[in-house]
């Protein structure tokens, strides 16, 4: 399994108010290293509070390696 985090931090006062997600250019660059449904997607407000997404679940119908014969 590939496992990828993405974090955002500027200080110890910084807030993070919504989880963040890796941009386009980003889900495809892993889509290009890792099956969609083996790489997972951490995204992190803080320590405890996080969602886990699988690449096939955040770039669906995906173009990569194994789609050209
Ligand atoms: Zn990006």
Redesign the pocket.
């Known amino acids: 399994m590939f496992l990828s985090f993405a974090a955002a931090a500027s200080g110890a006062n910084c807030v993070i108010s919504d989880y963040c997600a890796?941009?386009?250019?980003?889900?495809q660059?892993m889509r290009e290293f890792g099956k969609p449904e083996d790489v997972l997607i951490i995204m992190a407000k803080s320590p405890t509070d996080y969602v886990e997404k699988t690449l096939e679940e955040l770039l669906p119908m995906s173009f990569g390696p194994d789609s050209i014969k």
Do not use: Q
Request: glycine residues 14%; charged residues 15%; hydrophobic residues 15%.
């Open positions: 890796p941009c386009g250019v980003c889900r660059t």
